[in-house]
């Protein structure tokens, strides 16, 4: 958090009331809610906007005020294809490529293997074709507004999680055997009846009654309208997907040489799920051949279902309030202190309407889904930069206490996962069924194969957090739990570099003969290489190299360690304080 001198602050505000007055506007003394810290730089002149921009709408609230419209805040949908353009007789018209024949040359190339020819390594680093938003004080350019929405950022590539000279690139010497990938879905629409959407009718509902009316950045609510749907994916994040599978075809492409039967790829069968695996193969394969190109496997998502990919619906603890969603409880202590300002000074411009904490976080929240949508959202510049460094630990808290290290549940969550990953690795049948694993799929070698080169799994935020949790990558970890009252400096866990939108985590399996063992594994988060460390039995490795026997073994003892049985069933309250870092229950 940053502090800087009181004395700065007041200099400014007394330069913008001389201001004022060289206008000929009639003095009045700054409003108390005008909401300015003192903690505005003297070298950085943009961060006093938001409160001038506050100071000016108060001067003449009657002539900068919008009564707002009637449908202010409503929903606005469309539907598309349009009711009848189905009609299938004339499709004669339009035959397909395969019926008008002349194709031309279709000769293939050799599969491309980018991940250990390519130097350097080509980063993901922007949101093409969204508008990069601004802050509220949004003269630095240096300041992405899009990392800061923690799981709702799209996927960037990380720089380091501590190993800052390794690369995704396959270290020289060493050779790339097989690939393990686990990746979130594409960037959606809300959640059901989530904040956003209750934000929106609340506007609504405000409107529809005598004395709303919004002045200053909050003038545009005054026409606003909800144009979000429900958890579905939206088009940035259905061209996400594809562009992911496109860039691990050119990376590992050359692995599909070792198939002798076409692959089996994995998701839930919730409807995002299903599109974000199916656009990730079109990319991946080819638009008009990939469904005949593998086999897709879709898992039922719902409560009491076992599923790796959803080990929720089968771990009751996950879903109670007080351990489950503890999150948000430590959460909302940090929102109480990180939105005070924010609260004052937009509440100063609109009038009709009681701003909330909760009515902030939902604000922001609506920046990025607008956002990720819509391609736009004029919420985002609402916000200081602070603000959104505030908003990002808002997120990180959440995923730490409820989905991460801080939780009790995390690692039995994870555990279905490691327990597939270790069978893959060993080419071993799964035998015990004391976890998520689904019994009936994963001891049939047509659902669960225990032989492919590359395997491809689709799933959600929450449980890419779990499963790193129960891999025990201790490096995310190594700052120790969250506090509520302030952001620490450096800290190591990072949601937006854990679980984005489209987040990929990636196990290479390498042989390298040089070395005493010749096969290793690693992975890579988002384009970070992880150290192994945490790992019994895994050395430090300045490229995050585990002997792959070391690994094996140190999975063995992780899994024996996890009670699956206790910490998603028993009868257990949250300690106090939450000083767990490993996903487990104490003791």
């Not at 009846?193 to 005598?210: D, L, R, V």
Request: hydrophobic fraction near 35%; charge should be negative.
């Amino acid at each position: 958090m940053r502090s800087d001198g009181g004395d700065t602050n007041a200099s400014y505000l007394e330069d913008i009331r001389r201001f004022m007055n060289r206008r000929k506007t009639p003095a009045r003394a700054l409003p108390a809610n005008v909401g300015c810290r003192a903690s505005i730089s003297r070298i950085n002149l943009h961060k006093v906007m938001p409160c001038l921009r506050a100071f000016c709408c108060s001067l003449c609230p009657s002539a900068s005020a919008e009564l707002a419209s009637s449908f202010a805040g409503s929903t606005a949908v469309a539907s598309y294809p349009p009711s009848g353009a189905t009609n299938t007789v004339i499709d004669s018209y339009f035959p397909d490529a395969s019926q008008v024949g002349y194709p031309g040359p279709t000769p293939t190339g050799a599969e491309p293997e980018a991940i250990v020819t390519a130097i350097p390594f080509s980063k993901l680093e922007n949101a093409f074709p969204l508008s990069r938003p601004n802050s509220a004080d949004g003269a630095d350019i240096t300041f992405n507004v899009m990392r800061r929405w923690g799981n709702l950022s799209p996927m960037y590539s990380v720089g380091s999680f501590g190993l800052p000279d390794a690369s995704p690139v396959i270290p020289e010497g060493c050779g790339l055997n097989a690939v393990h990938l686990l990746m979130r879905h594409g960037a959606r629409y809300p959640t059901s009846g989530s904040g956003p959407s209750t934000f929106a009718a609340a506007i609504h509902s405000a409107a529809s009654k005598s004395g709303f009316n919004v002045t200053g950045d909050l003038k545009f609510l005054a026409t606003w309208t909800y144009k979000l749907g429900a958890e579905i994916l939206t088009p940035f994040g259905r061209g996400a997907l594809f562009s992911n599978g496109v860039a691990f075809r050119y990376r590992y492409g050359e692995l599909l040489n070792g198939f002798t039967d076409l692959p089996v790829f994995r998701t839930t069968s919730e409807d995002r799920m299903v599109d974000s695996a199916l656009n990730f193969a079109a990319g991946f394969f080819e638009v008009r051949t990939y469904q005949t190109d593998y086999h897709q496997e879709i898992i039922i998502e719902a409560d009491n279902f076992n599923n790796t990919l959803a080990p929720y619906s089968v771990c009751p603890n996950s879903n109670t309030d007080d351990i489950g969603y503890f999150g948000s409880t430590q959460a909302s202590k940090w929102a109480n202190i990180y939105l005070q300002d924010a609260r004052m000074r937009l509440q100063s411009m609109i009038q009709g309407f009681n701003l909330t904490i909760s009515d902030l976080v939902d604000m922001q929240e609506m920046c990025a889904y607008e956002t990720v949508a819509l391609g736009f959202s004029k919420f985002c510049d609402l916000f200081t930069e602070e603000e959104w460094e505030g908003f990002e630990y808002y997120i990180d808290l959440g995923f730490w206490y409820s989905n991460g290290p801080g939780n009790p549940t995390a690692a039995a969550q994870g555990l279905g996962y490691v327990q597939e990953l270790v069978a893959r690795l060993t080419q071993t049948p799964i035998t015990v069924w004391n976890s998520s694993t689904n019994s009936t799929l994963d001891s049939s070698n047509i659902t669960f194969p225990l032989n492919q080169p590359i395997y491809v799994d689709a799933t959600h935020d929450v449980v890419i957090a779990n499963i790193v949790t129960a891999l025990n990558f201790t490096s995310l970890a190594a700052t120790g739990p969250l506090p509520t009252d302030h952001i620490p400096p450096n800290r190591s866990y990072i949601s937006s570099q854990i679980a984005p939108f489209a987040s990929q985590l990636v196990a290479q399996v390498l042989s390298c003969p040089a070395s005493e063992e010749p096969t290793h594994i690693r992975f890579i988060l988002n384009d970070g290489v992880v150290p192994l460390t945490g790992i019994h039995g895994c050395t430090e490795d300045s490229n995050g190299l585990c002997a792959l026997p070391s690994f094996i073994r140190g999975m063995q003892e992780r899994i024996g360690q996890i009670n699956f049985a206790h910490d998603c069933f028993a009868n257990y309250t949250m300690p106090n304080p939450d000083n767990i870092i490993d996903g487990r229950y104490p003791g």
